[in-house]
């Protein structure tokens, strides 16, 4: 099985920056598409952002020239890099890998625990 593993979470001001984090491990063949999502309560789940195996990347339009998604797959870890935080960036923030498993024969989804960003003044 594959573990997820976030960080970076906090309050900070708004116009401040946050980099959270997301490291897996476990029993890992193979990591394809990851990506961010946030969930506020009352609403569902929505897609930040994310990124492919090769790199290629989309991002919710409310966060288009302030997020950056990253992944490093020496480490099997990725990024987001949260600049210029709004108030309405407050929300539990998950990560999210396409990923298959040793002794596995499909990839499925593995999220995170999910990790609080709040901003505020």
């Known amino acids: 099985q594959v573990q997820l593993v976030e960080s970076g979470g906090g309050l900070v001001q708004p116009g401040e920056s946050l980099r959270l984090s997301c490291a897996a491990s476990?029993?890992?063949?193979?990591?394809?598409?990851v990506g961010w999502y946030r969930q506020v309560p009352g609403k569902q789940r929505e897609l930040v952002a994310r990124i492919s195996n090769g790199g290629s990347t989309n991002y919710a339009d409310s966060v288009k020239g302030r997020f950056t998604i990253s992944r490093d797959n020496a480490k099997n870890t990725m990024y987001l890099q949260m600049n210029s935080l709004k108030p309405e960036d407050t929300a539990v923030y998950y990560c999210n890998y396409w990923a298959r498993a040793a002794g596995d024969y499909d990839p499925k989804d593995y999220w995170g625990q999910g990790t609080q960003v709040t901003v505020s003044s």
């Open positions: 476990g029993s890992i063949f193979n990591i394809y598409a």
